[in-house]
């Protein structure tokens, strides 16, 4: 692993029982993620996208395999420890936004920062704060039930950004959007992936923004392709 490199990944494979045999999501998978890099992956639903960012973000774990995080190694971390790695250095965004609904945007926003313990004016400072950045501040205090589907997710993007991790992991993030919607969430990730200098994975079906990034992996039949951006089909 370089020092140039923020994830490696070393011969991960995932397995399910499923009856009494296996069930294969991937096997043997490596490769490395450059510091600053935007990796998008494809593949089909069910190919094992989502399962792959769980274990990338340890909220799970591999059956073999281990997963570095610059010189970390992700598996060896109890779970305590994973979780404070998971609050400190990754920011998750998902299809669905899972903002809580009895709470308001800037609520919403503040929450990693209040898990952390930190004071309530502090947190909806810096909350305001990206909201700014994804053009909702005059939305703060609206619950995420009075938000359009776009507006839910900026929301849950400034969720994912406002402690300021290294590493942002977004799961099919535009899947439930209309293409307009969709499009200015996508614009929204790339700009914020430039201007804080993040290291992001995308996990999406859409070819068109799967172009836009540095490189594309393809996981298909449980294994890994690297594939020239170009070469999509924009849809």
């Known amino acids: 692993m370089t020092s140039d490199d923020l994830l490696q990944v070393e ?14 999501v991937f096997d043997n998978l490596s490769f490395r993620v450059r510091k600053g890099e935007m990796l998008g992956i494809v593949g089909e639903s069910g190919a094992g996208k989502s399962t792959l960012l769980y274990i990338l973000g340890a909220l799970e774990r591999p059956s073999k395999g ?7 190694q992700l598996g060896s971390l109890a779970d305590d420890a994973a979780a404070e790695f998971r609050n400190r250095e990754i920011g998750f965004v998902w299809q669905f936004h899972y903002l809580l609904p009895e709470f308001t945007a800037v609520e919403n926003v503040a929450m990693p920062l209040r898990m952390r313990g930190r004071p309530a004016a502090e947190t909806q400072t810096e909350a305001l ?24 997710q900026r929301v849950a993007l400034a969720r994912a950004l406002v402690t300021r991790p ?25 700009r914020l992936h430039r201007e804080y200098r993040l290291t ?15 490189r594309v992996l393809r996981l298909e039949a449980g294994r890994l392709s690297e594939v020239e951006p170009h070469s999509l089909v924009a849809g």
Do not use: W
Not at 11 to 21: A, D, M
Not at 200 to 214: K, Y
């Open 11 to 24: 011969g991960l494979s995932k397995t399910f029982p499923s009856g009494g045999s296996e069930l294969v």
């Open 66 to 72: 281990d997963v570095y995080f610059a010189q970390m």
């Open 129 to 152: 704060r990206l909201l700014r950045e994804v053009g909702l501040e005059e939305r703060a205090h609206h619950r995420s039930g009075e938000l359009s589907g776009g507006e839910q």
């Open 166 to 190: 290294q590493l942002l992991l977004a799961d099919e993030p535009t899947g439930d959007l209309d293409a307009k919607s969709a499009d200015v969430v996508f614009e929204l990730i790339a």
């Open 200 to 214: 992001s994975l995308i996990a999406t079906h859409n070819p068109a923004f799967a172009r836009r990034c540095h």
